[in-house]
């Protein structure tokens, strides 16, 4: 299982990114996928979540309007898009396989850093 996460950077409150997640090693299209993210000092938090085939998708209630999550089981890739970013949304992103209620903590790849501040 490789998951390889891209897209993090340093951005003003307010600002967007886009994360990606390019999976292999596995069997795509037979996982949801999910983001989850970890802040300095504190544990992994679930973030947002795609059902295997796109169809059906899930976010925590402090990400609800501004985040939006997607793949492409063509490519193997997961990306979320990312809105109206806070300075609370400041973490390590990564993505797992599983959804919110099942997802594999220690299958993650490096993480992709997200720092939002002024």
């Known amino acids: 299982v490789q998951l390889v996460e891209s897209g993090g950077g340093w951005v003003q409150p307010g600002g967007s990114l886009r994360l990606s997640c390019a999976a292999s090693?596995?069997?795509?299209?037979?996982?949801?996928m999910s983001w989850v993210r970890q802040a300095p000092g504190k544990g992994l938090e679930w973030v947002s979540g795609?059902?295997?085939?796109?169809?059906?998708?899930y976010y925590a209630e402090f990400v609800k309007g501004r985040f939006t999550i997607s793949r492409d089981n063509a490519k193997n890739t997961v990306a979320l898009q990312m809105n109206s970013l806070r300075s609370a949304d400041t973490a390590l992103y990564y993505c797992?396989?599983?959804?919110?209620?099942?997802?594999?903590?220690?299958?993650r790849g490096q993480g992709t850093q997200v720092t939002v501040s002024s």
């Open positions: 797992v396989r599983g959804l919110r209620w099942n997802f594999e903590p220690n299958f």
């Open positions: 090693g596995f069997t795509f299209t037979m996982y949801g």
């Open positions: 795609v059902s295997h085939d796109g169809s059906i998708t």
